[in-house]
């Protein structure tokens, strides 16, 4: 079975500070692992996947994650904060099913202090 | 890119009353949509795998016969809440998987929120 575990369930940060936030996985397969972000009383908006190929994954909005397969991971990261990315993320996986369904972590509140 | 439009956003109905929430795929097929239940502040529980043509997948512990799913086209799947009560209350996300070459991934529509008197 799959599991996503995010250590930190809020991430307070300086405007303008590195911003990090950690997701590790387990799968028995290889898997797909994905980071989503949500804004209040709104839907998921994909910030970036690793599928194949690269471990290093750029996404929207300058944040961009690596997958380390030894330590079972995917942190999220971005070089320097923004007011406007103060928001819920989660981390989810996936095995390389077609149509199967994704697991997610269970979120982490990024708090952006000015 | 994909997407995914959910309606209503917002929906206040009286207990014992039933409430349809539907799920669009606009400008691509959606073999599989899933539905989640996101309670405040907390992760998104996934409730079922819906596959067009066929029943939909519940998971653990979700009643079926509460939550209606009906995946009638490869476009539309729709959540039924039956004889909703107040601890129904709560925020529906669906989602539709794509799997087109350039842009494989899980697209989500903009949720629903669910409020019982």
């Known amino acids: 079975a799959q599991s996503v575990t995010q250590l930190g369930s809020h991430v307070s940060v300086s405007e303008g500070a590195l911003v990090l936030l950690r997701c590790n996985y387990s799968?028995?397969?290889?898997?797909?692992l994905f980071w989503y972000v949500q804004y209040p009383n709104q839907g998921l908006q994909l910030l970036l996947k690793?599928?194949?190929?690269?471990?290093l994954v750029k996404g929207i909005n300058g944040f961009e994650a690596e997958f380390k397969k030894s330590e079972t991971s995917f942190h999220l990261t971005k070089p320097s904060a923004h007011m406007s990315d103060a928001a819920e993320y989660f981390c989810?996986?996936?095995?390389?099913?077609?149509?199967?369904?994704?697991?997610f972590g269970k979120g982490t509140r990024l708090h952006i202090l000015p | 890119g994909a997407v995914v439009s959910q309606h209503p956003s917002r929906v206040i109905c009286k207990s014992g009353t039933s409430v349809k929430i539907e799920c669009r795929s606009l400008?691509?097929?959606?073999?599989?949509m899933f539905w989640y239940r996101q309670f405040p502040k907390k992760s998104l529980m996934l409730m079922a795998t819906?596959?067009?043509?066929?029943?939909?997948?519940?998971e653990q512990g979700v009643e079926k016969d509460k939550f209606l799913i009906n995946h009638a086209s490869l476009t539309l799947s729709t959540l039924t809440v039956t004889s909703a009560h107040p601890e129904d209350s709560s925020f529906y996300i669906c989602?539709?998987?794509?799997?087109?070459?350039?842009?494989?991934?899980?697209?989500f529509g903009s949720g629903t929120r669910l409020t019982v008197v």
């Open positions: 400008d691509f097929q959606a073999t599989t």
């Open positions: 819906s596959n067009e043509g066929s029943k939909a997948t519940y």
């Open positions: 690793y599928t194949t190929g690269a471990t």
């Open positions: 989810a996986v996936s095995d390389q099913k077609r149509d199967d369904k994704i697991i």
């Open positions: 799968s028995s397969v290889p898997p797909y």
């Open positions: 989602s539709a998987s794509n799997f087109s070459t350039a842009d494989y991934g899980y697209t």
